[in-house]
């Protein structure tokens, strides 16, 4: 398994004309300056900005993405924020490799096979950057294509797949055996990224994804309007080592395998053992894709708060928050911007009024902050990514990474969760700073979900930083038990990636606040303390001497 480490992330976003003004402190803490006022009128009108039409979805390296980019910059600098990027502006250079797919792809017995229909039967995409590729060859199906030693897994047994296309199930076997693995909390082991990674790594030509909606806990139209607008890579990465990669539905790799006279439920239930090895199925796949190839300029966008201790203003704390989304795609319902309202204007924006809010802080910090809002992340968390190859301070001095992804726009809640605090003693500083708001720190609400390993903290916990995500609670104030995830279930099956996530006249913004309020409270504490915070001992995620 990769060498991996739990970065900070944060969700944030506000809207609406409230203002939260500061209040004392709860608990036994030790006394400390009230909290600056924090704005929720101002990051509503972020949101409703960021969110517009006029900005076509902030896909990276379009006219939209670039209004994005341009408007957070301004912001950073009315609020008072210094550039933070190496050469002097507010802007670190990220270059892409985008592009635009028109894959084909056919699959049946030898001599036999059938065409599948583009977005509706499949998706598929280069996995390197070149205008077309192709991929010919014998499908073996490798279970859930996991090696993970520590759990005495390995789907692959050894069996030589080069020149192969592997077909294979998305999730990890704890999905149907709690016993094994996290059980049904999804471990990185599950994630589709993982797959493609192992599957190069083996020698594969292509792999193919089999879609459910409870193994991937996304439906199908996720799948289509994710893959089928423009894809980008980082300029000069290496890249899986796959020629292509793509996923099915559940109706079409059932399908195939029936005419291979296998049963697709039997397979399944196999892929749950231990003892699986490698199914040579004798179907025969062939892949193309053809793509629209363009290198083009993005950009993260960075501002700094300087720390005021000689010896710790070079260490940072950093909080980041993506501000692309997938931008122009296939219509639904005559509507094919994909705004991300939630998905991110509302972390961009929370992370605004974050900003705002700590340049009023009348607290001492040693320690700097930096503000990250970055570009890609929703084509494989590219910009932090890029920020980790080439980070603006030394990775060894990052305290901890806060990012900002999906906000809550629902209303005040009485609890907050947090991804990741479990794992190092980020927990604890967090624990403290949600008590101060009078807030209870739970986990993931939805760990089913593997949210900790698709979003931008996640490179830096690779890289060894600690980290947490925050995200909202579940108990609503003024809401009956169960209404906090039955919305945040409505929005993932209706909203999540869809051009149905727009700024709504409904959003609330008073749990956005609380949110705002509790990362101050840890920055403040990340800011202060002479000590690094360090990652539990038996964590997979530790820092790099």
Known sequence: MPRLVRSAVIGLGIAGALSCTPRANVGAQSPSPPLPAVSGAAMD??????????????????RGGELAARYIAAQFEALGLAPGAADGSYYQPVTLVGLMPRPAMRWGGAGTPGSLRYLDDFVAWSERPSAAVSAKGEVVFVGYGIR????????????????????????????????????????????????????GRRGAMGAILIHTTE??????????????????????ARGTGLECAGWVTEQAARAVLRDARLDFDSLVRSAARRSFRPVRTGIQAEISIASKLRRVPSSNVVARVSGENPVLRSQVVLVTAHYDHK?????????SIYNGAEDNASGVAA??????????????????????????????????????EKPLAPLSGTAAVVNVDVANVRGATRDIAVLGGDRSTLGTLFKD?????????????????????RSDHFPFARAGVPAISVESGVEFVGRPVGWGEQQSRMYNEQRYHEPTDEYRSDFRYEGMV????????????????????????????????
């Open 45 to 62: 009108a972020h949101l409703k900005y960021l969110a517009d039409d006029l900005l076509e979805g902030r896909a990276p390296a379009t």
């Open 327 to 335: 931008g122009i795609g296939p219509p639904v319902n005559g509507d």
């Open 215 to 236: 193994s991937a806990t996304y439906p199908w139209d996720v799948v289509r309007g994710s893959w089928s607008v423009e894809q980008f890579m980082l300029d000069g």
């Open 351 to 388: 992370m605004l009024g974050l900003a705002q809010a700590l340049m009023h802080d009348p607290a001492p910090r040693k320690r700097s902050v930096l503000f990250i809002a970055t570009t890609a992340e929703e084509s494989g968390l590219l910009g932090s990514q890029a920020y980790v």
């Open 148 to 199: 993970a030693p520590e759990w005495k897994w390995d789907d692959y047994k050894d069996v030589d797949l080069r020149g192969k296309l592997l077909l294979m199930l998305v999730n990890d076997p704890g999905m149907q055996d709690s016993t094994i693995f996290q059980g049904r909390t999804l471990t990185y082991y599950g994630r589709w990224t993982y797959k493609l990674e192992e599957a």
């Open 433 to 453: 700073a949600a008590a101060r708001e009078s807030l209870t720190a739970t986990g993931d609400p939805d760990p089913t979900r593997g949210s900790f390993f």
């Open 514 to 545: 609380q949110e705002v309020r509790v990362v101050l409270q840890l920055i403040r504490a990340l800011a202060s303390d002479s000590s690094l915070p360090k990652w539990l001992p038996g964590s997979e995620f530790q820092r790099t001497p």
